[in-house]
Nanobody
Framework: QVQLVESGGGLVQAGGSLRLSCTAS????????MAWYRQTPGKAREQVAR????????YVDSVKGRFTISRDDANKNIVYLQMDSLKPEDTAVYLC??????????????????WGQGTQVTVSP
């Protein structure tokens, strides 16, 4: 199976920065795209940023110019979210998502989508 593990969340003052990391592990052959979502109580889960296998990116309007998603050069199964100029409204649980993951299990190929467990980001005023 495939597991996603996030790290890098925490408490920061408004205007500060954080860098989130997500590592996908397992017998992974390929990942079509990876994304960061965020969720706050009472609100729908929101896609913050996405990066494709070819490196194309897209962002929700509220984070454009402040957040940067990237994949590790050496290990394409690691994705980062650099968050700068943080605002209190960025406070949320941030979740990593891997889309269309091809992996090997018991000598067979499977494709599936996977979520990480989430990491809390809190931005104080």
């Amino acid at each position: 199976q495939v597991q996603l593990v996030e790290s890098g969340g925490g408490l920061v003052q408004a205007g500060g920065s954080l860098r989130l990391s997500c590592t996908a592990s397992g017998n992974i052959v390929n990942i079509l795209s990876m994304a960061w979502y965020r969720q706050t109580p009472g609100k729908a889960r929101e896609q913050v940023a996405r990066i494709s296998i070819r490196g194309s990116t897209n962002y929700v309007d509220s984070v454009k110019g402040r957040f940067t998603i990237s994949r590790d050069d050496a290990n394409k199964n690691i994705v980062y979210l650099q968050m700068d100029s943080l605002k209190p409204e960025d406070t949320a649980v941030y979740l990593c998502y891997a889309d269309s993951v091809t992996y090997v299990d018991r000598m067979q190929y499977f494709t599936g989508n996977f979520w990480g467990q989430g990491t809390q980001v809190t931005v104080s005023p």
